[in-house]
């Protein structure tokens, strides 16, 4: 290790006069003695006391060779004591010596000749135990060995917290010869590094003595001064054996890696937060300006200070949209969102309805016609012209300030629907890697949300067209279910009425099951019938909850001209041997298992559509396979003259016994409780579990 001076413990004599002694001779031991010409004691120190074990009346005046010499050593060290008073020549060397109690141990000595003020020589020996100066031998060679070697950078400073010295581990790491960090600070050394909390967090070390560990730290260093390095730092009080404080230990470890992978770490934990976020927040309802201005209020402010979410022209309209190289963009504003501080570029953006053609040099033409993202993560005068409308917009965005853009395609099933545009005004760091994912991820979960609500408007605006739709057709046998369905006219005639059922198959062999019923007849209820048919298809492709369909089916029921309908939709799922219900006013169905009676599911009523102001819920059964459901409409069961809790028993009764063929039990019903003489029409569906399709 490289050191400072020993005059003082920074390398320079102490102003205020003598410092403290050392206890590192204390931890020695040193005995001293004194001895005339003849070799007889003539000054003997406590330290020898302890050493020799003869007490200073039992030593002085006696010859030190009778009492401390073995009678075999005592020719050589009449010789040895002969020659440094006759020559001055020190000698310094292990001997044998006998202590008092009669043993015999090795012991460390210096001896040298000293002159008095009358020309009168003595000899003064100092000695140590053997045992004790070789293990501090050892300490000292592991120290240094240690610190040398030491892949850690270590540093010691003094009280002014001035380098006294470092190992070569912290050169590298500092990237500064040894020599130069001496005398100076770390502030001073480097000051690229923020070294308050450092310098803070060693001061209280040497007031408290309390050590501080893994004290993070970042910056650049000489070493490598392009490159954003991260270290942990601990500090210790450093204090002699006599408590005196020295100064204060430093520990570096370079843990640039670990800092990297926390922060990517930390990075992923945000982008997760906020698609979590999204998940909720986006997609709430199958509006399609609704659902855009969701996605543009998660992207402000936490990642840009103004979003806009355009949309394709064609694609608003219902057509498929693809440019060519030299094709401008037909570009639809459905939601712009900016932070307070992003107010002035307001101006420059293309306001919600606005329909807008993109140059093919435009960047958010680029965007949708290659389907990938564009980053500028800086942006120059010439970059504006790329980014907006027209000059005047470039240059309102000019003098807003925005100095970063990133665009990001909206794509659902494979087609290009728009992009997710997005700029920085008060937030100071440039779109980087984590940003794109992140935007990337946002627009992924938004353009699915976004795609579903323009399907869903298209489809509803083309039902809201339909003055009447056909009647249903027999359902498909699906890979989970075997279905049997009837529908008859009220009173047997050829006039329909609003009764409805529908089985829809779902991806991963699962089956929507629809029982409805538009209160009236004729052709407004078979009108309204046809609408809500369409309406329940389309949502029914969306794979909401049921209890979610039948809200949204509520918000279609509200739009038409007075209807008001009953509906049960179940959603059955093989896999799991369930069946997902949700009822909206309707007569509950009936659950046929083997070996048991007939029972009426307990479920949640509801209240009818086009009622609203009461939110559905959906109630999980089990379906094993061979059990069946029934669902029908109440002109099944509802008479003039029997109240209803008699007709749904006469219904039970029927459904007991053995198990038959549905088609059979279909007509069994209808035969035997629709009356001729009924006023209402009956739709009526029967599914019995399969054992699901591998």
């Known amino acids: 290790m490289s050191a400072a001076g020993s005059a003082g413990f920074g390398g320079e004599p102490s102003p205020r006069g003598p410092v403290r002694p050392s206890g590192l001779l204390d931890l020695l031991n040193v005995a001293s003695i004194v001895l005339d010409t003849e070799g007889r004691i003539v000054l003997w120190s406590p330290q020898a006391e302890e050493l020799f074990g003869y007490s200073a009346p039992e030593a002085l005046g006696q010859y030190a060779a009778r009492i401390m010499v073995h009678e075999r050593h005592l020719d050589l060290v009449v010789k040895l004591f002969g020659d440094v008073m006759r020559t001055g020549r020190s000698w310094a060397g292990a001997f044998p010596v006998r202590h008092k109690d009669g043993s015999t141990r090795l012991v460390e000595f210096r001896n040298m000749r000293l002159l008095d003020d009358r020309g009168d020589v003595y000899a003064l020996g100092l000695a140590a135990d053997q045992s004790t100066v070789r293990r501090l031998e050892r300490d000292v060679a592991l120290s240094t060995r240690v610190v040398t070697q030491s892949p850690i950078g270590l540093a010691v400073l003094d009280p002014e917290l001035r380098y006294v010295s470092v190992n070569p581990a912290l050169e590298r790491l500092n990237g500064v010869p040894a020599e130069e960090h001496l005398g100076r600070t770390i502030s001073d050394l480097l000051p690229q590094v923020d070294t ?99 996605l543009a209020d998660v992207a402000v402010p936490g990642l840009a200070d103004i979003a806009a979410v355009d949309l394709l022209d064609a694609v608003v309209e219902g057509r ?215 309406a329940t298809n389309t949502l029914a492709a969306l794979e909401m909850d049921p209890a979610l369909l039948l809200g949204h089916l509520e918000r279609t029921t509200a739009g038409l001209d007075q209807a008001i309908a009953t509906c049960l939709y179940a959603v059955h799922d093989p896999h799991r041997r369930q069946c997902r219900i949700a009822n909206a006013g309707h007569l509950p169905p009936i659950r046929l298992r083997a070996g048991r009676p007939p029972e009426l599911l307990d479920l949640p009523t509801g209240v009818p559509l086009g009622v609203g102001g009461v939110a559905f819920s959906t109630t999980t059964v089990d379906l094993e396979p061979g059990d069946r459901l029934v669902f029908y409409t109440d002109g099944l069961v509802e008479t003039r003259r029997q109240p209803l809790d008699e007709r749904l028993d006469a219904l039970l009764a029927l459904l007991e016994g053995p198990d038959r063929p549905l088609e059979e039990v279909c007509d069994l019903l209808l035969r035997t409780l629709h009356e001729p003489e009924n006023s209402d029409d009956v739709a009526l569906l029967i599914a019995r579990a399969t054992p699901p399709v591998p």
Request: include cysteine.
């Open 196 to 294: 308050v909390p450092l310098e803070e967090a060693a001061r209280r070390v040497l007031e408290t003595g309390e050590p501080v560990v893994d004290q993070p730290a970042t910056g650049r260093t000489p070493a490598d001064p392009d490159t954003e390095h991260a270290w942990s730092v601990s500090l210790y009080r450093l204090e002699d054996a006599l408590g005196a404080v020295l100064g204060v230990a430093i520990s570096v470890v370079d843990v640039t890696e670990q800092y990297r992978t926390a922060a990517e770490a930390e990075g992923a934990r945000r982008r997760l937060a906020a698609v979590a976020d999204a998940s909720a927040r986006i997609g709430t309802t199958l509006q399609l300006d609704r659902t855009a201005f969701e």
């Open 320 to 534: 498929r949209s693809t440019l060519g190289p030299a094709e401008s963009a037909v570009i639809k504003a459905l939601a712009v969102r900016a932070d307070d501080s992003a107010r002035d570029a307001l101006r420059a953006a293309d306001q919600p309805g606005r329909v807008a053609r993109y140059g093919p040099d435009r960047l958010v033409t680029e965007c949708v016609r290659t389907g990938r993202p564009v980053t500028v993560p800086r942006v120059t005068p010439e970059d504006l012209k790329r980014i907006a409308r027209s000059p005047e917009a470039a240059e309102l965005l000019a003098r807003a300030g925005v100095h970063s853009y990133l665009a990001v395609p909206l794509i659902a099933r494979g087609e290009v629907l728009g992009a997710l545009d997005l700029k920085r005004i008060a937030n100071p760091t440039p779109f980087d890697e984590d940003d794109l994912l992140l935007a990337r991820e946002l627009a992924a979960r938004a353009a699915l949300q976004i795609d579903n609500a323009r399907w869903y408007q298209n489809a509803r605006d083309t039902a809201l067209t339909l003055q009447r739709s056909l009647l249903p057709s027999h359902p498909p046998v699906t890979g989970g279910l075997e279905v049997a369905s009837r529908y008859q006219p009220a009173g047997g005639t050829s006039e329909v009425g609003g009764d409805w059922f529908d089985v829809i198959e779902l991806a991963g062999g699962r089956t929507a099951l629809v029982v409805g019923d538009v209160m009236g007849s004729g052709i407004t209820a078979a009108a309204s019938m046809g609408q809500l048919r369409t």
